[in-house]
C-alpha cells in the first residue's frame, strides 16, 4: 500500500495524466478511466483554494482517498486525491463492469451516456455522500493502474464546467473514446 499511497501523493496534473487508462471500480460496478481534470490548491477553480473546511477535508487527507462532492446540489462528483489539496476529478469511464446496474441507475443502456460525465459517474457507481474520503483498495473501491498511455494518444485541453482558471490546460483524455465527455 505504501507504493500505491506515493504514487497519488504527487501534484494533481502529473496523476491526472497517469490515470488514464486505469481500471476504476465500486462495488463492482465500473470501467476504464479515459478523462480526467487536475485540480490544485493555487488554482482558484479548486475546492481547496481557500484550505481546508468540512466539506473539502478530504482533499488534505491520505492520498488514494475519494473525495466526493455534490455539485450543483444534485450530482455527486468522484476525484482521487494526491498530494495534499490536490484532486483529480473524474470525467469520463469506459464502462466495462457492472453494465445492467449502472443501466438501471442511469434509465439508459447507451453505453456511452452511462459515464460521460462527472455527475453520470455518480449516478452510474452509485456513490453516495458517505463514500467521501473513502481510500481505495477499501469499503468496495479499487483503483487498478493501466498500462502507460503513449503520448500521442494524450488530449490536452481547457476544463470545462467552471467559470475561474478554465484556460489552463488540465483536462485530459484518450484520444479516440467514444465516452469522453465532451470533444477536444
Known amino acids: 500500500m505504501?507504493?500505491?499511497?506515493?504514487?497519488?501523493?504527487?501534484e494533481a496534473p502529473a496523476v491526472a495524466v497517469d490515470l488514464l487508462g486505469a481500471h476504476l471500480q465500486v462495488r463492482g460496478v465500473g470501467g476504464r478511466i479515459v478523462e480526467t481534470e487536475a485540480y490544485t490548491p493555487e488554482d482558484p477553480a479548486s475546492h481547496s483554494f481557500r484550505g481546508p473546511s468540512p466539506r473539502n477535508a478530504a482533499m488534505f487527507g491520505p492520498p488514494g482517498c475519494a473525495y466526493i462532492y455534490l455539485s450543483y446540489g444534485i450530482h455527486l462528483c468522484l476525484n482521487v486525491v494526491c498530494a495534499p489539496g490536490h484532486a483529480v476529478l473524474i470525467r469520463a469511464l469506459e464502462p466495462t463492469e457492472g453494465l445492467a446496474d449502472m443501466?438501471?441507475?442511469?434509465?439508459?443502456?447507451?453505453?456511452?451516456?452511462?459515464?460521460?460525465?462527472?455527475?453520470?459517474?455518480g449516478q452510474a457507481l452509485g456513490l453516495t455522500l458517505a463514500d467521501d474520503g473513502t481510500a481505495f483498495g477499501t469499503r468496495g473501491f479499487a483503483l487498478q493502474r493501466g498500462a502507460p498511455v503513449a503520448a500521442g494518444e494524450i488530449l490536452s485541453g481547457p476544463r470545462i464546467g467552471i467559470s475561474r482558471a478554465a484556460e489552463l490546460p488540465w483536462r485530459f483524455g484518450l484520444r479516440g473514446s467514444p465516452c469522453l465527455s465532451r470533444r477536444f
Open 103 to 121: 443501466a438501471a441507475r442511469r434509465g439508459t443502456e447507451a453505453p456511452r451516456l452511462l459515464c460521460s460525465g462527472p455527475g453520470r459517474i
Open 2 to 10: 505504501d507504493g500505491q499511497i506515493a504514487y497519488f501523493a504527487r
